[in-house]
């Protein structure tokens, strides 16, 4: 079975093995891997990297090809766990060492996939050509699609562009295993979450395609493996059909696969014959059915990922249903530079300041524990990544100073206030890129506080940030929802289940925006302030009690919620920043 050279994926020149090369016969390659330094990752990397990319160019027989494929695919998990810890979360753009070490990464997991696209440009031998191609070609499929996926993934996780030509060997793959037709042959993974550990290279697509359409850019970086793994039980639901299907024109997406190119919001973008769109009616019923079930679970099943992360859940149903009804603002290009205050606890702190408050006499006590971190006790070694192939990338640097917000001063923790270009503004928020050489610790969801470089100091615009994107020229790109003008610094109590309040923390109150009838409304710092809950609000030396009544918007850094209050907030017609006295 071969498929037609219409989609063909390009693949290295093999050539014969030489005397005394790796020795790649199963026995000899689980020897080897038993005897690897694992405690060492900068050397087991490397005799990982440099064994898999001399194999990609060698002639193999597909049956050992792929039995060695299959034994390195523990290793290069264990390694990919390795790396993201030196990356993941850093600020952006990435430094230098953290940005190679995603390169890295990246070359490791193409090489993997390129493996297994040999096998599939792989012809099926003469004699006996039908024992065992089938299942091969089928397995290759469903891995190098999955290979791919992460590479996709250890990209959006850091929210830089994925290599050049991904997209475009995915939609490859997914074609060849249409024409051959495996695209729903069942094959076995031992590393999938699911309970059955089965997948089929059509699902392996889809999980990836509705992830790329659900916007990786708009979520934080700890969520994107979870929707992944979210979308992998939820794929089979989803269906892809050519432009000529009948069900075609309740498609949401369009999949081009003739360009190297994520999926498209349909029908603003046109489909040509050899795309595929993408129905998730059938997906959108699947989710609804999870979270309407009231069915209690016996103790012995597993909750589904669902429950576990509802909101996630919740999100990723409103992405993948609600493309049609997006709104598509006119954008206006603008240049302005603009002063910039990330987080609550710095814009809290930066408001109170221009006011006048001492910020060391409300500093709140805190009676939950604090997370530090903790410096490594090799810090002064090696750096693993300066042992591994290619040379090109081993350039020697000198070893940058790792600043944490934790373990900087209180002065200085808080005082950072960035410098930031404004390029477009719409009638729903602005676009912003930062400074040339500026990492910033943006995160998708938190709070950034915004006002334009004049002598007349315009009030600040408080804002959230709904997507990043680290750009070519190494910047960093956001995207910020505007929630109001001119907040007030202010602390917050929460009540507890017995009627307690808790510690003092930093909060925001936002006057009403007459434009939309949203009366005023405060930002607090957590999930544990929930409506139907009181919580004590204080401005300066007043104080009120209020009650929580409806939640706007939640994400990991901030809650916004209205309230009402025996002290009556009238921000429409009180002077900024003033609570006025209780009505009797």
């Known amino acids: 079975m071969k498929h037609s050279t219409a989609n063909h994926l390009p693949i290295p020149q093999q050539e014969s093995a030489s005397p005394g090369s790796f020795d790649y016969r199963p026995q000899s390659v689980k020897i080897w891997l038993q005897n690897l330094p694992v405690a060492n990752l900068g050397i087991t990397s490397r ?5 898999l990319h001399t194999c990609n160019r060698q002639k193999l027989h597909p049956r050992l090809r792929l039995r060695y494929l299959e034994q390195l695919r523990e290793i290069v998990c264990y390694i990919g766990n390795g790396l993201r810890r030196q990356y993941l979360g850093r600020a952006l753009p990435l430094r230098p060492k953290p940005k ?3 390169t890295l990464a990246l070359l490791l997991l193409q090489e993997m996939a390129l493996g297994y696209e040999i096998l599939v440009e792989t012809p099926p031998p003469q004699f006996r050509p039908a024992f065992g191609h089938r299942h091969r070609l089928g397995c290759a499929l469903d891995r190098a699609i999955r290979y791919r996926s ?16 991904t997209w475009r060997r995915l939609h490859t793959l997914y074609a060849i295993a249409e024409e051959t037709g495996l695209s729903e042959q069942r094959v076995t993974d ?4 699911s309970p059955h550990r089965r997948s089929t290279p059509g699902r392996a697509y889809r999980q990836v395609v509705l992830l790329a359409a659900a916007g990786p850019q708009r979520m934080h970086y700890s969520e994107i493996l979870d929707a992944y793994r979210l979308l992998g039980q939820w794929a089979a639901a989803a269906r892809l059909v050519t432009p000529a299907d009948p069900a075609a024109s309740e498609a949401l997406f369009c999949v081009p696969h003739a360009l190297d190119a994520p999926p498209q919001p349909y029908p603003t973008s046109s489909a040509g014959p ?14 609804e059915r999870e979270f309407s079930t009231t069915a209690k679970r016996t103790f012995w099943r597993r909750k589904p990922l669902a429950d576990i992360h509802p909101e996630l859940s919740h999100r990723l149903s409103l992405a993948l249903g609600a493309v049609a009804n997006r709104r598509r603002q006119s954008r206006m290009k603008i240049t302005a530079r603009l002063q910039a205050v990330l987080g609550l606890t710095a814009i809290h702190h930066a408001l109170s300041r221009e006011i006048g408050q001492d910020i060391e006499t409300i500093d709140p006590t805190h009676d939950r524990f604090q997370c530090r ?22 350039d020697a640097t000198p070893q940058e100073p790792q600043h944490h917000i934790h373990d900087q001063p209180h002065q200085l923790r808080h005082e950072e206030i960035l410098d930031w270009s404004l390029i477009n503004v719409s009638a729903g928020g602005y676009c912003l890129v930062s400074g040339p050489q500026q990492n910033s610790s943006a995160r998708v969801g938190e709070l950034i506080a915004m006002r334009e470089m004049t002598d007349r100091k315009p009030p600040w615009q408080l804002g959230a940030i709904r997507w990043m994107r680290v750009l070519p020229e190494q910047t960093l790109q956001v ?22 309040f808790g510690p003092l923390e930093w909060g925001l109150l936002l006057p009403a925006v007459t434009a939309n009838d949203q009366p005023a409304t405060l930002i607090a710092p957590g999930r544990h302030y929930v409506t139907q809950r009181r919580a004590r609000m204080r401005y300066g030396q007043r104080e009120t009690v209020v009650e929580l009544s409806r939640e706007l918007d939640t994400t990991a850094h901030y809650v916004q919620l209205e309230f009402r209050c025996s002290d009556l907030l009238e921000a429409e017609q009180a002077a900024p920043n003033e609570l006025c006295p209780q009505h009797e």
């Open 47 to 51: 005799a990982v990297y440099e064994s």
């Open 150 to 165: 992460r590479v996709l993934l250890e990209s959006w996780t850091v929210y830089q562009t994925p290599p050049a030509d």
């Open 479 to 500: 995207g910020v929802q505007i929630l109001a003008s001119n907040p007030s610094p202010i602390q917050l109590r929460t009540e507890h289940t017995d009627y307690r």
């Open 274 to 287: 050899q795309d595929r769109l993408v129905l998730t009616d059938e997906l959108l019923r699947l989710i």
């Open 373 to 394: 971190n903790t410096r490594s006790a090799n810090h002064g070694t090696q750096d693993v990544w300066d042992l591994i192939y290619p040379t090109d990338l081993l």
């Open 190 to 193: 031992s590393q999938l979450a």
């Open 100 to 102: 190679r070490i995603v």
